[in-house]
């Protein structure tokens, strides 16, 4: 069994979809260790996304993951990051396969509804980024 880290980005919260993708993730077998309504400032969202600071997306996903509030949460399952990467769908809802949390809930390459760890190393920085032990069942 292992862990990742998602959130449910500013798009899929303001569009109403909490409910519907954490019905999908917990449908899809993984367990909730921690979960949270929160907001990016935008010194936290350029922490978060520090890997990308030379990419030229980086301003605009800096801007858009600090504009409201997302949801964090870790999950549990096993292989949970690859598995949920197969979950959500490719970065671009326009190639997300069908099912996938993309293809029903993203509306852009950048507004793409949720994030997922793209490694366990990833998944447990993430994961420390947002939570405290205490807050992690
Ligand atoms: P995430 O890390 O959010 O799970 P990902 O691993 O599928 O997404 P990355 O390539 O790591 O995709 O990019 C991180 C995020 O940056 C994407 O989810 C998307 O919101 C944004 N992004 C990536 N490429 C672009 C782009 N060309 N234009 C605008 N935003 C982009």
Do not use: W
């Not at 959130?7 to 993730?25: E, F, R, S, Y």
């Not at 099912?99 to 760890?117: C, D, F, P, Q, W």
Request: hydrophobic share 45%; aromatic share 8%.
């Amino acid at each position: 069994t292992n862990r990742t880290f998602t959130m449910i980005k500013p798009d899929a919260v303001a569009n109403g979809h909490i409910g519907n993708i954490l019905a999908m993730i917990t449908n899809a077998g993984f367990r909730i260790v921690s979960l949270k309504l929160t907001q990016l400032t935008v010194t936290d969202a350029q922490a978060f996304y520090a890997v990308h600071a030379a990419r030229p997306f980086y301003g605009e996903l800096v801007e858009f993951m600090s504009c409201g509030p997302i949801v964090a949460a870790i999950l549990e399952k096993e292989n949970a990051v690859l598995d949920f990467r197969t979950l959500i769908g490719a970065t671009n809802p326009a190639d997300a396969a069908e099912g996938t949390i993309r293809k029903l809930y993203a509306t852009s390459m950048g507004e793409n509804a949720v994030h997922g760890s793209d490694s366990d190393e990833n998944a447990a920085i993430e994961s420390a980024f947002h939570f405290s032990g205490r807050e992690q069942f």
